[in-house]
């Protein structure tokens, strides 16, 4: 008789976005007047840039031609986009990373899912809190994590990192030594940034523990300050320990399109085993590589009109970030994130829990974003709003927050 | 210090296709006249139909415009596409499956390498011999399959099932009882089909000994014969013991576009537990969708006009199947496959081993073929030639192999 893996029976439900799904139909049933705007998922809106459809164009005819229509895509990835991203996302800002340590997918998020296969089942996770659901949930499948303790909502066998106001949202060295660290800078769901130095700290102390940070950089297109590193191997010492995901949904709008890549640098082993190695026979035996047209898309990202036009778009969406941050702060709100990133990350006023405010701000003013709870313990009192929505819905969703009277 | 999954490093190295690209280029270089006819990889060689070409160029416009931009698609896939093969691949075949059963992915090989992660280790897996290899190499990384034998390349915790001439390339009911079986018909690597009545005994068997049935049918539409199941849904019962893999990479061309789906039954249940609860749950957790404008490329499949087109495709290669079969059967070689199937399996002649016969084939006439015993013990003596090329090489490499003159 077959068995199932009891593991995901053990994964408490995914009921974060589905709760707020029906809480939104709920309302706008018994309201059908009502105009609600979503600030709450993280998915982009704006269209695909010119440059990115007329390269989609222009592969989608090769397809239909049999003297240059693709079959099967290399096992990493097409070398024209894997040279264009070694060059300009690495070799641009002083990182030592070759095309050749570039592997093709079809998303981080998969990748960040996938990752924890390559890597032994008593592994030590830590993770930072609030975080991405992913980098738990996946270990939680693969039998890494212990027991799920429903009062804290945390697991024995992971280490959780607070990221709260005190510590600037940024964590904390470890007590427990861990052999896998998940960071992501710019953080998603706090919009927080780390300073070179900062992250400096980090590779170092992996280094130091024998761990390996698995770094996801999804975000890195939105920073705008200096001295906050785009790529963790901008640090010394980054290539004997981390591994680096990266996106085309957040820079380039590719949530609908499919897009992103990990890098393995081949210095990073274990003993004799290099982790690249391992990568490449996880992807060359359960993948079957990118759609051709898509990473040609991925290619238009890193041409002179591509890079021009997404500049314009990430500016864009940068715009209703500030606007969100400047409006709520000068409403009183206590906010952060928002310049590094398309999340802006609001205390929920007068110590309401984050879905008490959930309900406060559809209620009053019709506006949907997710509640800080849902990505870890840390997040609780805490609220997300994205930057990803129209200017005008931004600025209507703002203006009516301020102007919200509460109790 | 972070540890490695082991189970990696049990893994028998992946040389097939790399063996088979290092000879043929070798030879390549020591023979630079020499036209080299490669009928060895299952890739497609046709472009894309004019109807998917269409449907691509129309959803990548409206991925260009804000009002009809598409983010992140719904987990399951979107319903457009899982409709139409509900109603086309099922309903119309007497096959009881709903569009709510039915995950749309980006290809069959991820499926079939992921699908193991939902059962338990402990699970006892039973394969074809030869097999492809992801069903096998999956399980491996996973850590469910014993000790690897380099003698008889098999190992201790994996149930092999000979599929030979004596027994048509067809299965028998293995002696210790399997939790997983993984069939694939019509088959790859040997072309060969099973008639329903066959598949039915293989449903029975599941059901009587509560196992399940991962179903690989991605060259279904090679059927040409009446009696060959399409699905195994055609069986009474596989509602409750089988799970379906579906790719259009090869009705369809879509191997460098990359879409496929897997079904999952409702009924299927381990006590309580639906496995379609589980496999919607790895969905939402480790994946993000395919491609809109690649979904929209698969409704395509489905109309008046792409089934003719894709129609003329498939009879193109099974003209090429045909001609390789005939060809060769005419000059006295022992084929098999083809038929159903886009693969003909062929004996090697005089004992020769498999890569004895690639080795003849490629210095005698210039012809790249699969060795069979890359696909597993039982593959050894066999030859995979595939109906992918185009006519006129496939033509020219059963000329070539007809008037060859062994020894």
Chains 1, 2 share one sequence.
């Not at 035996?285 to 759609?291: D, I, L, M, V």
């Not at 036009?309 to 606007?323: D, F, G, H, I, S």
Request: glycine share 10%.
């Amino acid at each position: 008789m077959f068995k199932i893996n009891e593991n995901y029976l053990k994964l408490p439900g995914s009921y974060l976005f589905s709760t707020i799904g029906k809480k939104v139909r709920a309302y706008g049933e018994a309201h059908p007047e009502a105009k609600i705007i979503r600030l709450g998922i993280g998915d982009v809106t704006q269209p695909l840039a010119p440059a990115i459809i007329e390269a989609l164009h222009g592969a989608v005819e090769e397809m239909g031609e049999e003297a240059a229509f693709r079959g099967y895509a290399p096992d990493l990835g097409y070398e024209f986009l894997r040279t264009a991203i070694a060059e300009q996302d690495y070799r641009a800002r002083g990182c030592d990373i070759g095309a050749d340590e570039i592997f093709i997918s079809d998303g981080a998020k998969c990748d960040c899912g996938n990752i924890q296969e390559i890597f032994s089942l008593d592994n030590l996770v830590a993770v930072c809190d609030p975080v991405y659901p992913v980098y738990v949930d996946s270990n939680v499948m693969a039998g890494r994590t212990g027991v799920y303790d429903r009062d804290t909502e945390t697991w024995s066998n992971v280490i959780y990192m607070p990221c709260r106001e005190e510590n600037g949202f940024a964590p904390e060295l470890p007590r427990r030594t861990p052999d896998l660290i998940y960071l992501c800078f710019p953080n998603n769901p706090t919009g927080a940034a780390v300073r070179k130095g900062q992250l400096q700290e980090w590779v170092d102390y992996a280094n130091r523990v024998g761990a390996v940070i698995l770094y996801d950089a999804a975000y890195e297109a939105y920073i705008s300050e200096e001295d906050v590193p785009h790529s963790i191997y901008e640090c010394e010492g980054a290539r004997a320990c981390a591994i680096e995901f990266r996106s085309f949904s957040k820079n380039a709008g590719f949530t609908g399109l499919r897009l992103g890549f990990t890098v393995v640098p081949k210095e990073l082993k274990s003993g004799d085993v290099s982790l690249h190695a391992l990568w490449a026979r996880r992807h060359g035996t359960k993948y079957n590589g990118a759609p051709y047209i898509v990473q040609r898309a991925g290619e238009a990202v890193y041409t002179k009109e591509g890079r021009r036009q997404l500049k314009e778009q990430v500016a864009y969406y940068m715009n209703n970030a500030r606007y969100i941050l400047e409006g709520l702060k000068g409403a009183g709100f206590c906010v952060s994130g928002g310049v590094n990133a398309p999340y802006i990350w609001l205390k929920a006023p007068e110590r309401m829990t984050s879905w008490e405010f959930f309900d406060v701000l559809l209620s009053k003013v019709q506006v949907v974003g997710t509640p800080g709870s849902g990505f870890g313990p840390s997040g609780e009192h805490y609220f997300r709003l994205t930057a990803f929505g129209s200017y005008e819905n931004t600025v209507e969703a703002v203006d009516r927050i301020k102007n919200m009277k509460l109790g």
